[in-house]
């Protein structure tokens, strides 16, 4: 792994509402449009002070849509969803955590809760 800071080299739709982005580092990653509006880091989903998660997973509707989405500096990115929120601004190294190909979650939540059998 480097240090370096890893920049978005392209971006391009996978399939209907899941977002690729290939990284400067070779990695790419996906993302599902709506797991990603659920990530939103913004002031009115994740509360400042507490870091508790105000948004809940069910409040996003799920044929959310990415409409646009602007570079901020050189360290991050700001996405204008269809439910009109644009407020949220993701670090390109909160986008690599929330990467969900199979290499960087090679356990879906889901089958973490399928596995409680007892
Ligand atoms: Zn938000
Ligand atoms: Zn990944």
Known sequence: MTTATVEPRDMEWLEKGVLGIQWSDGHQAMYPVRSLRQHC????CVD???GERRLQADDVPLLIML???QP???YALQFKWSDGHD????SYTLLRALCQCDACQPVKPIEVKSRRLL
């Open 72 to 74: 901020v500096g050189r």
């Open 48 to 50: 400042e002070w507490t």
């Open 67 to 69: 409409q646009d989405i």
């Open 87 to 90: 407020t949220g601004i993701y």
């Open 41 to 44: 880091p913004c002031a009115a």
